[in-house]
């Protein structure tokens, strides 16, 4: 089952099945951040009002905004 970004919770560990609709500039920030859909990825946590997301990849942390990772299609592993 797929999963959009503001479904996941904290403490999930995802691996990204698609990058849907985003933008071709913002798959190639994933991408350099590490999130491919090889990658296992943490949620660590959402802010407050629901945005900002914090990811760990790889012992990274990294920050997406909900808004721009709406369409990211994530599987639990």
């Given amino acids: 089952m797929y999963l959009k970004t503001a479904e996941l919770k904290a403490g999930d560990v995802v691996r990204l099945n698609s990058f849907g609709k985003t933008d071709k500039a913002y798959r ?9 859909p090889s990658f296992h990825v943490r949620v660590v946590r959402f802010a407050p009002l629901g945005s900002p997301v914090q990811l ?22």
């Fill in 28 to 36: 190639k920030q994933l991408v350099a951040f590490g999130v491919t």
């Fill in 56 to 77: 760990d990849v790889g012992g990274a942390s990294i920050m997406l905004r909900t808004e721009e990772a709406a369409e990211l299609l994530w599987e639990r592993v």
